[in-house]
């Protein structure tokens, strides 16, 4: 069965940094757009970040742009999502997402993650 799953939430102070994963079993992630969303409560699921199939492109939401970085670890068939300078308005469930293309549906979910930033 195919699973994604994430991990490395937790809870933070603000300004700092966490680095969540995304593994998966039974498929190479290489092989798929990977991408980042998160929730938080009482609002819609945004996009938070992408890395192509094709050509390992980045892309970012505004709000993050300059503090996450999205990477592939092929070796351990695992993506990362390296999150610095994180605010309270980060909190929220992260999900991470496999499917052919970052501006298409996606086909594998995993379960998410919670990070939570607060003093």
């Known amino acids: 069965q195919v699973q994604l799953v994430e991990s490395g939430g937790g809870l933070v102070q603000p300004g700092g940094s966490l680095r969540l994963s995304c593994a998966a079993s039974?498929?190479?992630?290489?092989?798929?757009?990977i991408g980042w969303f998160r929730q938080a409560p009482g609002k819609e699921r945004e996009g938070v970040s992408c890395?192509?199939?094709?050509?390992?492109?980045?892309y970012y939401t505004d709000s993050v742009k300059g503090r996450f970085t999205i990477s592939r670890d092929n070796a351990k068939n695992t993506v990362y999502l390296q999150m610095n300078s994180l605010k309270p308005e980060d909190t929220a469930v992260y999900y991470c997402?496999?499917?052919?293309?970052?501006?298409?549906?996606?086909?594998?979910w995993g379960q998410g993650t919670q990070v939570t930033v607060s003093s």
């Open positions: 997402a496999a499917g052919s293309s970052c501006f298409r549906d996606y086909d594998y």
């Open positions: 890395i192509s199939s094709s050509d390992d492109s980045t």
């Open positions: 039974e498929f190479t992630l290489d092989d798929y757009a």
